[in-house]
């Protein structure tokens, strides 16, 4: 962490390109190693909105002893990243695939879009089942269910606990799409669990996958869990006695976000000692990982790292993440090797015996030989996203060097570089507590300004991880060549699908719950290519004191600005 803080503050001087092969992503030979004689038992816990700060390895203020001593004893992953949103990041572990290849480009899946994870992939459980294992999911989806060909009991899992909208309250399990279209969301398989209500969602999953443990036998059949806990996700709900130890933070959303980020670290511990208890332990692989960054006002801290949740700079995707297991040959470490979400699908796949050589078009590594034997990475680069639906700011073909129009929303990492066009969403840098009360916290927060008419941006992310030296002027050729890259990239793109909002949705006329609307029999219409803005697809109610309202919030937001 003080290594990280300490490249931030230092001044960029000037870096080699190294002969590079630009124009193909290079790979390493991936060597032929010792795997497990029987397929190992795979534990994946993904926590939602957890940032590169909310971890005790990384963070002073924050109590995380078993997620410390897991990673300390396996393989801590510093140099590995995911997507900036849920249902991108899920789309690319379950698939191996970046989003240009899915057309789950733009945004996130809303509860009342028909869409879903393309059926026509094959899916990680789904090779795993292939491979003789038995496989369970437990928590958050938000992958699709508007038919039930898109749920998880469909796509691989032979059993499903959890819920499949984006955001669900702890207790009550009530899901909203806006504030008046609310219904239950909590399933157990394909069926509604209406009386499993009341209990902390964390808890609750906990005990559903300690119950798996107990009811399988490890020696009888390999076990695949993945464990998509809803936590640390808003809304900050966690039992009043997790808040006590962190009482003397000024910062309340931080307060009950810490709390909530102690009840993960319960709940792994928990995992881990059912895994002993019950014999697995031995024959496992544990992996950890966060989906995307935090957001710093509602408690998360991605510090020292630029950005938050929801965009492209540092903070947005770089994850926490580390893998421990007894099968680790090299462990006890640090890899600083460039790892993505979408190298579980390969590395899994092979570690369980299975086959991916029908898989085409895979965008994910087999990184077992970087984990287990400390082996350089195959992957050379990282396209972080194309998003041809998100033109903001003041892009142009002339400013991508008549190569790439820099309006759309777009990022890739090759070797040390990133670039960068488009909006790559708020780059502020948010020091953990700094937002303490509002508005007086907002004046200490420190912002990127000046920054309003750019559109290409380039930064050495090894020597300049915080993002704070822009060298897109100094290093034209650098900044061309991957230009050159995302050209190339998105010839191989599919169309996006964002289609607009169903009302068969609503959970009114379903019973009061959000479950498949479509039927099994009804034709499947041809989103491809349709999208729609949310805003315009609503009608708005006139509200006088509304509009005053949004005046002076503009009016505000110009006044901050301006002071800061």
Avoid at 121 to 145: C, D, I, N
Avoid at 328 to 345: C, E, F, G, M, Q
Avoid at 372 to 388: A, G, T, Y
Avoid at 495 to 505: E, T
Wanted: glycine share 10%; aromatic share 10%; charged share 20%.
């Amino acid at each position: 962490m003080s290594v990280l803080a300490g490249l931030c503050l230092v001044s960029l001087l000037d870096f080699t390109l190294a002969s590079w092969p630009w124009l193909k992503p290079n790979q390493v030979d991936e060597g032929q190693t010792k795997r497990p004689k029987q397929p190992p038992h795979i534990i994946f816990i993904l926590t939602d909105d957890q940032g590169f700060n909310d971890i005790g390895y990384h963070s002073t203020d924050l109590r995380t002893p078993t997620l410390d001593r897991l990673a300390a004893e396996g393989v801590r992953l510093e140099n590995y990243y995911v997507q900036p949103l849920c249902t991108p990041s899920r789309s690319q572990l379950i698939t191996g695939r970046y989003q240009i290849h899915t057309g789950l480009q733009h945004s996130i899946i809303r509860p009342r879009q028909p869409s879903c994870l393309p059926r026509n992939l094959v899916t990680l459980p789904q090779r795993l089942q292939e491979a003789g294992y038995s496989t369970h999911m437990v928590g958050k989806w938000h992958l699709g269910f508007y038919r039930k060909d898109c749920l998880p009991t469909r796509r691989g899992f032979h059993t499903y606990f959890g819920s499949l909208t984006g955001s669900v309250d702890y207790y009550t399990y009530g899901s909203c799409d806006g504030k008046s279209l609310c219904g239950f969301d909590l399933h157990d398989g394909e069926s509604v669990a209406w009386g499993r209500a009341g209990k902390y969602s964390t808890h609750l999953y906990t005990q559903r996958v300690r119950k798996i443990l107990d009811t399988h036998h490890p020696d009888h059949q390999p076990l695949f869990i993945f464990v998509s806990l809803q936590a640390v996700h808003t809304p900050l709900k966690p039992p009043k006695s997790y808040i006590y130890p962190y009482r003397s933070m000024g910062n309340v959303p931080r307060r009950k976000y810490a709390a909530m980020v102690s009840i993960v670290d319960e709940a792994v511990h928990n995992i881990t000692y059912a895994l002993r208890k019950y014999g697995y332990y031995r024959n496992s692989i544990i992996i950890f990982s966060t989906d995307n960054g935090a957001q710093p006002f509602t408690g998360g801290s991605n510090w020292p790292l630029r950005g938050r949740k929801g965009t492209y700079w540092e903070g947005g995707i770089r994850a926490v993440g580390f893998v421990h297991s007894p099968l680790l040959r090299h462990k006890r470490r640090v890899s600083k090797a460039l790892l993505h979400i979408t190298d579980w699908y390969p590395t899994l796949v092979r570690l369980a015996g299975g086959n991916t050589s029908q898989d085409q078009g895979l965008d994910g590594y087999d990184i077992w030989p970087v984990l287990s034997e400390n082996k350089e990475s195959p992957r050379m680069e990282i396209l972080h996203n194309i998003d041809p639906l998100h033109r903001r700011g003041h892009g142009s073909s002339q400013a991508g060097q008549g190569l790439w129009d820099t309006a759309v929303q777009a990022a890739i990492r090759v070797g040390d570089w990133k670039l960068l066009t488009g909006d790559p969403g708020h780059g502020d840098w948010v020091p953990p507590q700094v937002l303490t009360s509002f508005p007086g916290g907002w004046w200490n927060l420190e912002r990127g300004t000046g920054e309003g008419k750019k559109s290409v941006w380039l930064f050495n992310i090894t020597a300049d991880p915080c993002e704070r030296n822009d060298l897109a002027d100094q290093r034209p050729g650098v900044v061309r060549k991957l230009l050159a890259r995302l050209v190339s990239y998105n010839r191989t793109a599919i169309p996006v699908c964002y289609p607009p909002d169903d009302p068969r949705a609503n959970p009114d006329v379903n019973g009061g719950a959000w479950v498949p609307w479509v039927g099994d029999e009804e034709q499947e219409d041809n989103w491809n290519g349709v999208y729609y803005k949310r805003g315009r697809n609503r009608k708005r109610k006139k509200c006088r004191l509304c509009k005053i309202r949004s005046f002076f919030k503009k009016l505000n937001s110009r006044i901050m600005s301006n002071r800061i």
